[in-house]
């Protein structure tokens, strides 16, 4: 079954305390981007990349990063996380960096808390 | 001004309603558009994408207006099963930095009701 695969699903944690979110997809995709959805602004994106070694900032990098060493997989990694990145996380990923029509699909979502 | 907007709603119709949707986006050079549904606190997945000539898929329809850059989404006869939250989503150009990139709108929150 195609999916992307999100872990973990809910996570509480403490300020400052180094926690990662895995990511990953069965369908060969080039292209893997995280997003954070919150009440009101909608779903905006942190980081992306286009291939393997390739990524980017999105929208609202600040606080987070990523990598790409292998094509299925792309953690996001909040080395010291803070209450405003208490969110409900998506990692998504779509077939080539051109998608004209293509669809993107979406991990269940992580939602973490930091207290 | 947001990049891609919509109205967020709510918007409360009874079954068999005919609702209409419709987003803004502010990139000429935008290439793709897309509409999304999101159950509560689900990911969002494919409704569908949206032609320049406009397109149908069952109950729904989708048109795009590149010279007014809007979207609309037209749903017919709804059913209960339709709550939800539709996301406009547009691709940015695919020749710049924001390559590949999906914009999302707020999302328009839609309850059908008995």
């Known amino acids: 079954e195609a999916q992307v695969t999100q872990n973990p699903r809910y996570l509480i944690t403490v300020t400052g305390k180094k926690l990662t979110v895995t990511c990953s997809q069965n369908?060969?995709?080039?292209?893997m981007s995280w997003y954070r959805q919150d009440p009101g602004l909608g779903l905006r994106q942190i980081y992306y990349s286009m291939n393997v070694e390739v990524t980017d900032k999105g929208d609202v990098p600040e606080g987070y990063k990523v990598s790409r060493k292998e094509k299925r997989n792309f953690p996001l990694i909040l080395e010291s996380p803070s209450p405003n990145q208490t969110s409900l996380y998506f990692c998504?990923?779509?077939?080539?960096?051109?998608?004209?029509?293509?669809?993107?699909?979406f991990g269940q979502g992580t939602r973490l808390t930091v207290v | 001004r947001k990049e891609v907007e919509q109205d967020p709603g709510p918007f409360n119709v009874p079954e068999g309603a005919t609702v209409a949707f419709n987003c803004t986006y502010s990139?000429?050079?935008?290439?793709?558009f897309f509409w999304y549904r999101q159950d509560c606190r689900k990911e969002p997945k494919l409704l569908m994408s949206?032609?320049?000539s406009g397109n149908e898929d069952g109950r729904f329809t989708a048109q795009l207006n590149r010279a007014s850059q809007y979207i609309s989404l037209l749903i017919r006869d709804s059913k209960l099963s339709d709550s939800a939250t539709y996301l406009c989503v547009v691709n940015a150009d695919a020749g710049g930095t924001s390559y590949g990139k999906l914009t999302f709108g707020q999302g328009t929150i839609l309850t059908v009701h008995p």
């Open positions: 990139n000429s050079a935008s290439q793709s």
């Open positions: 949206v032609y320049s």
């Open positions: 998504a990923s779509s077939a080539g960096g051109v998608p004209l029509n293509t669809e993107a699909f």
């Open positions: 369908m060969n995709h080039e292209y």
